[in-house]
């Protein structure tokens, strides 16, 4: 069975600090998809990347960067110099392609609450 | 514009009476699935459809029925609802090819109360 662990519940920073958030998963697959989404106040799931388990570069954008392990079967996620505007709960996913009985349905893990401070 | 649309966005109800949340996708996807989110567990799939009438079980099923005559639409249908199906509800809808599907993308969310 998969699993996403994200043992950071709740995370506060001041403005313009780099902030990482863990993401641990498990699964018996090779092939695999990683994912961040973002959940602002205002309620909906904005997708930020998604990550295939043959491509361990680490990817950058803007402020944001993903460094993906899978020796140590982690998907963490760095936000340099945070913003207000960051402040969300960050989920990470796993989805498994070739389990047919599973719909390709998103395994999420349980979210980590980040507040950035002025 | 490309989105998932789901309504209502709110509802307040009462236990045992029937009621109906819409989904719709203007992307073409063969692929959509209902959600829901409870604090400390994340989201959990309810059911996936993975094309027009073909739909199965997601992981938390009971007290939930779907159905999907329209490529665009996925409706989720609570018959008798009950106080531990207050929660917030997603549709997501992506691209599939074969088993595998693409980027999965979600609705604005559905937050329901029933009392």
């Known amino acids: 069975a998969q699993k996403v662990t994200q043992a950071q519940t709740e995370i506060s920073v001041v403005e313009k600090e780099d902030v990482t958030l863990d993401c641990v998963y498990e699964?018996?697959?090779?092939?695999?998809?990683l994912f961040w989404y973002k959940q602002p106040p205002s309620g909906e799931l904005v997708f930020l990347i998604r990550?295939?388990?043959?491509?361990?570069q680490n990817e950058i954008s803007g402020r944001y960067s993903w460094n993906f392990q899978k020796s140590t079967s982690s998907f963490n996620f760095t936000i340099t110099a945070s913003q207000v505007v960051d402040s969300a709960v960050y989920f990470c996913?796993?989805?498994?392609?070739?389990?047919?009985?599973?719909?390709?349905?998103?395994?999420f893990g349980e979210g980590t609450q980040l507040t950035v401070n002025p | 514009e490309a989105q998932v649309t789901q309504n209502p966005r709110y509802l307040i109800t009462v236990t045992g009476k029937k009621l109906t949340v819409t989904c719709s996708q203007n992307?073409?996807?063969?692929?959509m699935s209902w959600y829901r989110q409870d604090p400390g567990l994340g989201l959990r799939q309810i059911y996936y459809?993975?094309?027009?009438?073909?739909?199965d079980k997601g992981d938390v099923p009971e007290g939930y029925k779907v159905s999907r005559k329209e490529k665009r639409n996925f409706p989720l249908i609570l018959e008798s609802p009950s106080p531990n199906q207050t929660s917030l509800y997603f549709c997501?809808?992506?691209?599939?090819?074969?088993?595998?599907?693409?980027?999965?993308?979600f609705g604005p969310g559905t937050r329901l109360t029933v009392l």
């Open positions: 699964t018996r697959d090779t092939t695999y998809y």
């Open positions: 996913a796993l989805s498994d392609p070739s389990d047919e009985t599973s719909g390709s349905r998103l395994t």
């Open positions: 992307m073409n996807h063969e692929y």
């Open positions: 459809s993975m094309n027009v009438e073909v739909t």
């Open positions: 997501a809808s992506s691209y599939l090819a074969g088993v595998s599907t693409d980027t999965q993308y």
């Open positions: 990550r295939n388990s043959f491509d361990e």
